[in-house]
């Protein structure tokens, strides 16, 4: 379906459509992340797109658990949040910390229910980050779900004693990363003690 949108709507032709569907075949990767890849669609169109996607298929988007995405690169935040809006989440995309900040401020019932955070983040750092939201007594025991490309960071987390639902790295598949979002939320839903 998505396809067929991106096509509706002329952000792509039916030859950049079939290029990714025939890649999709042997690859397993999403359609949106090829079209990225490819340099056929933008990542924030893509993000338009499956928003669109998901209300033409008439998913009430406050019925979805909210998953925000802290990654400084627009392509990848582009893929992760393609990979979980495929698995029925809504999510947002923060760039850096003081965009994740903002939203970690809102109203209770606008925040999200997980964080799905790359440490590599352009000012202070996603270990700092996650420091900030361990020590705030509203984000304490938020899910927070490490997506890195430097596996060196788990050792720092750890020696901090920070708290984290799951540590994946870089590349990840989308099933794995799908698995690990879920595993946080059982996690977080579990009764204490």
Do not use: C
Not at 78 to 84: F, G
Not at 95 to 115: D, G, K, T, W, Y
Request: hydrophobic share 45%; charged share 25%.
């Amino acid at each position: 379906m998505l396809g067929q949108l991106l096509l509706s709507n002329g952000l792509i032709t039916a030859e950049e459509l079939e290029q990714a569907l025939s890649r999709q075949e042997w690859s397993g990767e999403p359609v949106g992340q090829i079209l990225v890849e490819l340099e056929a669609l933008a990542p924030h169109q893509l993000e338009r797109a499956l928003r669109e996607q998901a209300r033409l298929r008439g998913e009430p988007a406050g019925d979805r658990p909210f998953v925000l995405v802290v990654e400084d690169d627009p392509e990848a935040g582009a893929v992760v949040s393609e990979i979980l809006e495929g698995a029925g989440y809504r999510v947002g995309i923060a760039q850096n910390e003081a965009e994740a900040m903002a939203v970690l401020l809102e109203p209770e019932e606008s925040r999200p229910a997980a964080i799905v955070l790359d440490l590599a983040l352009p000012q202070h750092g996603g270990v700092e980050l996650l420091t900030v939201l361990r020590k705030n007594g509203g984000t304490s025991r938020l899910p927070v779900v490490i997506l890195t490309g430097h596996p060196d960071f788990e050792d720092q987390i750890r020696a901090r004693g920070l708290e984290v639902s799951g540590f994946l790295t870089k590349p990840v598949p989308a099933r794995r990363l799908v698995e690990a979002v879920e595993a946080a939320f059982r996690k977080a839903w579990e009764p204490a003690g």
